[in-house]
């Protein structure tokens, strides 16, 4: 298998929520990770930090989620980059978040069921997501909230590369009490290095053009609020690779997490 090809697994099993469930979380499980070299020091200006060779960016999420009429919604705010991994593995990455920090700023747009997310599973797609990816030299910088406004102290430092939407959905599960739910989203993304900003983007030497993003959150995570949440520090993670997955990729692992949602308030009962 090259790093440019995903292949994801069957579902074996069918007969029960369950089985559906560990069938689209093995989509992810079962997706071969393309490597990459990342090199602060060829950033333009220079971010002060090693090279390193991961597969997976780990990422917290801070951002806001208003609900318009019909299901629609809009969500903005930052993802900061709190790590690395290879093969499965968390790396240990000298001067990332003391000397230097990575993070993105995004907004999106689409539409889900409209219906209360604390008692109904909902699902639905975006319409729209764009994105930056910067880097600064300097401490860790924080990320928060002003009201319902997404905030942090990171400075705009360099802008590294952007994106836009290929596709993308979304989903929320009720998790029984009739007052919280846990959130989802997956998008595939354009990856588009910024100008003179290869030297950061290492290897592969013509770098991945797609990025891929998915995010899970706890109750612990999800701050409602009339018309909307809110989502601290939530996790994520963000990827490459130079071939699109099939939107139904997206789909069985977003019937998955309803799935699990709907198993987990049965054993609750």
């Known amino acids: 298998m ?14 029960t929520a369950v089985a559906i469930a560990m069938a689209a979380v093995s989509v992810c499980a079962s997706a071969a990770l393309s490597p990459f070299t990342l090199n602060p020091g060829g950033a333009s200006p220079s971010l002060v930090g090693p090279s390193f060779t991961a597969d997976n960016v780990l990422i917290s ?11 629609a919604f809009t969500d903005t705010g930052y993802l900061a980059v709190s790590g690395f991994q290879l093969g499965g593995l968390t790396l240990a990455v000298p001067g ?3 000397t230097y920090g990575l993070y993105i700023k995004f907004a999106g747009a689409g539409t889900q069921t409209a219906v209360n997310p604390a008692l109904t599973p909902a699902v639905g797609s975006f319409s729209s997501l764009t994105y930056t990816l910067y880097g600064y030299n300097g401490p860790a910088a924080s990320f928060g909230f002003s009201g319902n406004t997404p905030t942090t102290t990171a400075p705009a430092g360099v802008a590294l590369a952007s994106g836009s939407l290929i596709n993308g959905s979304v989903s929320s599960v009720p998790t029984g009490d009739g007052t919280t739910f846990t959130p989802s989203a997956n998008a595939a993304l354009s990856f588009n290095v910024a ?11 013509s770098f991945y ?37 099939e939107p139904k990729t997206y789909t069985m692992l977003l019937a998955g997490l309803v799935a699990v949602g709907f198993v987990a308030r049965r054993r609750r009962a």
């Open 2 to 15: 090259n790093s440019t090809t995903r292949t994801f697994c069957r579902p074996l099993l069918r007969r």
């Open 61 to 71: 999420d801070f951002s806001t989620v208003t609900f318009g009429g019909g299901g």
């Open 96 to 98: 990332l978040n003391s």
């Open 195 to 205: 100008a003179g900003q290869g030297g950061f983007f290492a290897a592969p030497p």
């Open 209 to 245: 053009n797609i990025a891929l993003t998915a995010f899970t959150n706890t109750t612990s995570e999800v701050e409602a609020f009339d018309g909307g949440f809110r989502i601290r520090q939530g996790g994520g993670s963000f990827n490459f690779t130079s071939a699109v997955p």
